[in-house]
């Protein structure tokens, strides 16, 4: 084993703990977050499915965080919608379809490169990817003039 490879690697520590039988909680860092894992649903807080979702979703962001700096892409802001459909046997996440709204006043071809960016670059994304028919869009955020 390369030591010095193993040591570059991101290391990620979530630890989750059932406080009823409507929610639990997960912790990380100085960070908490509400689950809902109730059989019936619990309308304030995440359940699994939205909690990947949601991942993903800032998976992008903070994607676009990491190369809007290196590629000199200005913008005033970003919005991420992702929809899921479940699959029930056996039970997965069937297809994801995602649309990325920047506001930005960059050429087309320099979204495209933003989006290409994403694609290649996130963590989150790469993970389910390879497992999901996952497809979606990078769009300029309409103006209202």
Do not use: W
């Not at 029930?88 to 995602?98: A, C, G, H, L, T």
């Not at 963590?123 to 309409?142: C, E, I």
């Amino acid at each position: 084993m390369n030591h010095s490879t193993e040591s570059q690697k991101m290391r990620f520590h979530v630890e989750s703990t059932r406080i009823s039988g409507h929610v639990s909680q997960s912790r990380c860092k100085q960070a908490r977050i509400d689950l809902d894992t109730d059989m019936a649903g619990n309308p304030d807080a995440f359940n699994p499915a939205e909690l990947l979702l949601s991942a993903l979703s800032a998976c992008m962001i903070k994607g676009i965080e990491r190369v809007t700096p290196i590629l000199k892409f200005e913008l005033r802001g970003v919005e991420v919608i992702v929809d899921g459909i479940r699959q029930d046997v056996p039970p997965k996440m069937e297809s994801i379809r995602y649309q990325i709204i920047v506001d930005t006043d960059e050429s087309d071809q320099r979204l495209n490169l933003l989006h290409e960016n994403v694609k290649k670059y996130g963590t989150v994304f790469n993970t389910v990817s390879p497992g999901t028919d996952l497809a979606g869009v990078l769009v300029r955020k309409a103006s209202h003039e």
